[in-house]
């Protein structure tokens, strides 16, 4: 039995202004030719299907055509809702769209009923259980101690009627402790976020969304397939890709990666402006299309810099200095549209200027749980 794991497509999504729809489309159009090539018995698609909880209209057509395309192959498609997404949008219509075998999370209300597959090995249980935070399952288990993350998942997890003796698939969203993220990711302040992975003992693959690098967690079959496209600058680095999942005999699952190709790649540079708008850096590469984090290292000022560069990196994100003036100064001047901090993050600095001190691991659980409740009433 094989599967395309996906996560946090994020469509609709802006990177430094930039809007991401047209790679979106490439790199989903991209996909849909690899699950036509590979033939899998279904995709997984592990939350943050969209970029924000009420998504941009191109987002909600884009993920339909996807979705019609592999409804076209007769591929069932495993999909939850993650941090990013309203969980009742993601839900809505889930028992019509289950005949064209689209499956989508309800809203989590306690009681997860498997997916069951089969093939020569047996049956196989696939379980879509969406982003959780202790209050969505404190609310329908009030007798259980749940103070964390992973109590959360434990109590979850401990109330799925699993069979031990069939393979048994879990689809879910969370921050695992020990997995690496990227700047881009919401952070939780102290790490209080975070998932023990012992909480997936009893699953043969835990197809995991939340964090943007492709990575597997204590043991291979507890894997982040990573977001298909870059979506912050730290990410430049990335080598993006999707997991292909092999099941075969209980205990026996194999995973490998596809790589993606992305419409424009996300470099960084740096430079003198003299040695970063020469013919020969530039030419033959694929800079001038992609999105660009430029530095310069000049110690005068350049009239019209960004104009200057954007004629030749039309695509440019995000310039900045660094010299000995600036360094100096203690500050990097130029172009920076950096992605916006958390609520946690800014109140936390602002709190540590007014008061001359940061605020303490029991501050910082406090404004945790304090902001938790407050999204919680908004949704």
């Excluded at 004629?311 to 000995?324: Q, R, T």
Aim: net charge negative.
């Amino acid at each position: 039995m094989k599967f395309i794991h996906l996560s946090d497509l994020h469509l609709g999504k802006r990177v430094n202004e930039f809007s991401m729809i047209e790679d979106q489309q490439y790199i989903l159009n991209q996909i849909v030719e690899i699950a036509a090539r590979e033939k899998p018995n279904g995709v997984f698609i592990a939350g943050d299907v969209y970029d924000k909880s009420v998504p941009p209209t191109e987002a909600v057509q884009l993920f339909d055509d996807f979705l019609v395309r592999l409804a076209e192959q007769s591929l069932p498609v495993f999909i939850i809702s993650g941090n990013h997404d309203s969980a009742e949008r993601v839900a809505f219509g889930s028992r019509l769209m289950t005949s064209s075998g689209v499956y989508l999370s309800p809203v989590y209300d306690g009681s997860v009923k498997p997916v069951t597959l089969e093939d020569a090995y047996g049956k196989a249980d696939i379980y879509l259980l969406p982003f959780l935070k202790p209050a969505h399952v404190r609310r329908f288990f009030p007798d259980e101690e749940i103070d964390s993350y992973t109590d959360a998942m434990n109590v979850a997890i401990d109330h799925l009627d699993l069979d031990p003796g069939r393979r048994n698939v879990l689809i879910t969203h969370q921050f695992v402790t020990g997995a690496v993220r990227s700047e881009s990711e919401e952070i939780s302040v102290g790490g209080a976020d975070n998932v023990d992975a012992s909480v997936f003992d009893a699953f043969d693959y835990v197809a995991l969304g939340h964090l943007h690098k492709a990575q597997s967690v204590t043991r291979e079959t507890i894997r982040y397939c990573g977001t298909p496209l870059k979506y912050s600058l730290s990410e430049a680095s990335h080598e993006k890709s999707v997991t292909i999942v092999n099941l075969a005999a209980k205990g026996q699952v194999s995973v490998e990666t596809l790589p993606l190709v992305p419409l424009r790649d996300m470099h960084q540079i740096k430079g003198t402006y003299e040695e970063v708008t020469l013919k020969r850096f530039y030419e033959g590469t694929d800079y001038q299309e992609s999105y660009m984090h430029i530095t310069l290292t000049d110690e005068e000022d350049i009239l019209d810099v960004i104009g200057k560069l954007r004629a030749i990196y039309p695509n440019l994100m995000k310039l900045d200095f660094d010299n000995e003036r600036n360094c100096a100064n203690g500050k990097s001047e130029g172009m920076d549209r950096t992605e916006q901090k958390s609520p946690i993050e800014l109140f936390s600095e602002l709190y540590e200027k007014q008061n001359n001190q940061p605020m303490s691991d029991v501050q910082q659980h406090f404004l945790e749980e304090l902001m938790d409740s407050i999204w919680e009433e908004k949704r």
